[in-house]
């Protein structure tokens, strides 16, 4: 399970220098609670596209062929451990939403593969997956508007929705002008009514996750990342979720002025309780809580196949967010809040309630994912395996790496 952008801090285990953060993840905490957590895991780069894409090559970043988000697809001549799985392990293997391993093509719309965009598969075998759900991630899904190029910007098209002024127009419409203005006002396309929960692109990928589950075949082992687009920038929320946020004390940033919350819209309009926000630490921290909300249905339905004792699941994310310490935004740069992420594992021989505080990497998971199916790294992969660790957190021999 593997939100984008998610900072290591920001997991309801910890406090922030500037105050507390008053986060609720039930389902994370339970996760812990059943399993080892991780309380200082770093990732090989603080970018979207590199971080992935050394996760699905099992390499450090300087040989996994994608040096930034922008230039380079995942080399696909280079084996994934994806691929391993599968074509070595018997593993029928899934993909959900926002992988980030054909981002420079967008999912190869650029290279003119647009029926391949449009359906997700781009590339999409060779990989490694068997099966799939991919599409674009927030800025990139609006960046062909008005047309939609890849899975969820279609989706939306084929949705209509009524403003509270009563215009009707696509989700899709709807959608970019909530994701480029930072305050709702009346009268424009977005609005509580014309920007449900319902399209809400996390929520999207969520029942998508499941829908892979269900068309999955019986009687084979399987393996599923789940790429929610959440809580990566801009942090654009349903007037729901900005309300479950609204009354909470959210801790300013280190060093640096940006807001806790966007000044609240019923402050400007009385007509304007609880519409969509942009923007914030606070709706940062809603996006989280609304994809631990989502971890859960996934799991939960894990459990009700009769398969969940028989499933190791770990949640992780790419890189975190600076969130205005030191002034800083978003990532790239190899601060703590940019590097460090949330990682937990939980599953049949893991450790429970165990916490472990050396360093680890998340370039470490596509070892341990192949150590679980009883698989090797090939000889170019240098990721290594924590299983030792989620079984046994006290044993320091098994530390896969130096630090």
């Known amino acids: 399970?593997?939100?984008?952008?998610?900072?290591?801090?920001?997991?309801?285990?910890?406090?922030?220098?500037?105050?507390?953060?008053?986060?609720?993840?039930p389902f994370f905490r339970e996760i812990a609670a059943n399993g080892t957590r991780f309380t200082q895991s770093y990732v090989p780069a603080p970018v979207c596209a590199p971080s992935r894409s050394c996760l699905a090559s099992g390499r450090e970043y300087d040989r996994a062929g994608v040096p930034n988000n922008f230039d380079h697809d995942y080399p696909v001549a280079q084996e994934t451990f994806y691929s391993l799985l599968r074509d070595r392990g018997g593993y029928h293997t899934m993909t959900a939403g926002k992988d980030d391993l054909s981002k420079s093509s967008q999912l190869g719309y650029h290279t003119g593969h647009k029926a391949q965009a449009a359906a997700g598969t781009y590339h999409q075998a060779a990989l490694g997956f068997a099966d799939g759900l991919r599409h674009s991630g927030k800025d990139d899904v609006i960046n062909t508007f008005p047309t939609p190029h890849e899975m969820y910007g279609l989706y939306l098209q084929n949705q209509s929705v009524t403003t509270l002024n009563g215009t009707q127009v696509s989700a899709f419409v709807s959608h970019d002008a909530c994701m480029k203005q930072s305050v709702w006002m009346p009268g424009t396309l977005c609005d509580s009514a014309s920007y449900p929960d319902e399209f809400y692109e996390d929520n999207f990928v969520g029942r998508n996750a499941i829908k892979l589950l269900k068309r999955k075949p019986t009687g084979k082992p399987w393996f599923m990342q789940v790429n929610f687009p959440g809580p990566h920038p801009p942090f654009l929320v349903t007037a729901s979720m900005a309300a479950s946020v609204q009354h909470r004390a959210w801790p300013a940033p280190t060093d640096g002025t940006m807001t806790q919350c966007p000044q609240q819209q019923q402050q400007l309009y009385s007509d304007a309780a609880s519409q969509p926000q942009n923007g914030g630490r606070c709706n940062y921290g809603a996006e989280i809580e609304?994809?631990?909300?989502?971890?859960?249905?996934?799991?939960?339905?894990?459990?009700d196949t009769g398969e969940l004792e028989n499933t190791v699941i770990c949640i992780a994310s790419d890189h975190g967010d600076m969130l205005g310490d030191h002034s800083e935004q978003?990532?790239?740069?190899?601060?703590?809040?940019?590097?460090?992420?949330?990682l937990v594992c939980s599953g049949p021989g893991i450790a429970r309630g165990e916490n472990y505080t050396h360093p680890v990497t998340t370039l470490d998971l596509a070892g341990t994912f192949l150590d679980f199916a009883g698989l090797s790294p090939t000889a170019n992969m240098t990721t290594k395996s924590l299983r030792g660790l989620l079984?046994?957190?006290?044993n320091h021999s098994a530390m896969p790496r130096a630090f």
């Open 1 to 25: 399970l593997f939100p984008d952008e998610w900072r290591f801090d920001w997991d309801s285990f910890h406090a922030d220098p500037t105050g507390a953060i008053p986060l609720r993840l």
């Open 290 to 303: 609304n994809i631990d909300r989502l971890m859960r249905d996934i799991i939960d339905y894990v459990r």
């Open 330 to 342: 978003a990532k790239s740069k190899p601060w703590q809040g940019s590097a460090s992420v949330p």
């Open 391 to 394: 079984e046994n957190p006290s």
